[in-house]
């Protein structure tokens, strides 16, 4: 029997990292950059205005107070956008909207509410320093500046100085492809009402979720019989359009040796159970000809659901570039007690609450009579992990506790 962090040393050795395409930039966000963007344009472009009032020059407001007020006349308006040059005599001032290039010899903008608002005339009580209300060209970013570096995780910000680069696309490393393939002859679509002895497929539609909350782009291919040259064919079919490849059914039971069997011929497949519980029986390999990460789960959806956090998506996080692909964890007080499998590490689901009075965490068991049981998945927001060689902790003692945050 192999341990969970060796299980999990062989799943992600050789993690694998699709090539980089190139993508616009607003379909960009939580990938990582391929590419080290540099600058080739000044940000701003030119000395613009950084408020709504008057271009003016600084000097000419020298001195003004309320007791002797300073006085300009208004000899033109530049808006947003204007590409006609104008040039700022001694004495005068030129109306400005925000975002507007500023007239030569101008040196700083007053504000609006720092004057009477007038149009042919200003009166100002004070006077304003030299570049004050005023964007600089090459202020924010100089030619030859990194904008956004290789390996940064793009978001809005990231997005916002490709943008502002000039740059509509950006060459990154794409969202792993998962393909998720329940297999059954007891299986039905959700959709469908199932007849007797038949079950709604909850693994494929559930995994297929969490593969999407991990980063990945998935499919779902749809249900397979339970024959091993039909679940082989549909391996087989999905192999060359996925980077991660599960599929639910496949370990334990008489299936899962003519699964085993039938994919023999196409990679590495290796069936050694994990001391974890739940969730020992499965399968991992390589298969195909791009040794597409393969994962056999059983069929039971609270399991499944599981392995899947335990296993792949750590695997997908690391082909995402994410540097620490596992959950946060945290210590925190059991509210009753737990059991269980000495040398085997548990996995518990749990609710994580906050103590108002001291501060600290609490952690609450959900379902302990059943693993099995899905009607506590909504309810838990963390997993509960039990180290291999304890079988029993009693109230209030300190667990250590994966947090596993509910979509906001």
């Known amino acids: 029997m192999r341990t969970v962090d060796e299980q999990l040393a062989r799943v992600l050795d050789g ?5 980089p395409v190139r993508v616009a930039i607003t379909e960009a966000y939580g990938l990582r950059c391929a590419e080290e963007v540099v600058v080739s344009r000044p940000l701003p472009g030119f000395d613009q205005a950084a408020v709504d009032g008057y271009a003016v020059r600084s000097v000419d407001l020298a001195g003004a ?3 002797e007020p300073a006085s300009l006349p208004v000899v033109g308006e530049i808006p947003a956008g204007s590409r006609q040059p104008l040039r700022l005599q001694p004495g005068q001032a030129v109306r400005v909207a925000a975002g507007a290039p500023l007239p030569t010899l101008a040196d700083a903008v007053l504000p609006t509410g720092l004057t009477d608002g007038g149009n042919s005339r200003l009166t100002a009580e004070r006077g304003v320093p030299s570049a004050a209300y ?4 090459g202020e924010d970013v100089q030619p030859g500046d990194v904008a956004v570096r290789r390996d940064a995780v793009i978001g809005p910000a990231q997005v916002a100085l490709l943008a502002a680069a000039g740059r509509d696309k950006v060459l ?7 393909s998720v393939i329940s297999v059954g002859d007891e299986l039905v679509d959700p959709s469908r009402a199932p007849g007797a002895g038949q079950v709604a497929d909850v693994c494929s539609p559930a995994l297929s979720a969490a593969a999407r909350e991990a980063g990945a782009e998935v499919t779902r291919p749809g249900l397979v019989r339970g024959d091993a040259r039909e679940i082989a064919a549909a391996v087989q079919d999905r192999l ?7 599929v639910c059914g496949a370990a334990g039971g008489r299936v899962a040796d003519e699964v085993r069997v039938a994919l023999s011929g196409l990679g590495e497949l290796d069936p050694t159970r ?19 990460p393969t994962f056999l789960f059983p069929s039971q959806p609270a399991t499944a659901m599981l392995l899947f956090e335990v296993f792949v998506r750590p695997l997908v996080r690391t082909s995402l570039g994410r540097p620490d692909p596992y959950r946060r964890t945290m210590t925190a007080r059991l509210t009753s007690p737990i059991s269980s499998r000495a040398g085997r590490r548990g996995y518990l689901r749990a609710r994580l609450l906050r103590e108002q009075a001291s501060g600290d965490y609490l952690v609450q068991p959900l379902a302990t009579s059943g693993t099995h049981l899905l009607s506590s998945l909504g309810e838990a927001n963390g997993l509960i ?6 079988t029993d902790a009693t109230v209030d003692e300190v667990v250590t506790v994966a947090f596993l945050p509910l979509p906001s």
């Open 385 to 390: 992990v039990v180290a291999e060689d304890v």
């Open 172 to 178: 990154v490393h794409p969202r792993p492809r998962v």
């Open 240 to 246: 060359p359009f996925s980077d991660v490849l599960v």
């Open 65 to 67: 107070s309320p007791f």
């Open 15 to 19: 993690a694998l990292r699709p090539a």
């Open 274 to 292: 994990v001391a974890m519980h739940p969730g020992s029986t499965q399968a991992f390999g390589r298969l195909g000809q791009d040794a597409v």
């Open 134 to 137: 005023v964007r600089r060209v």
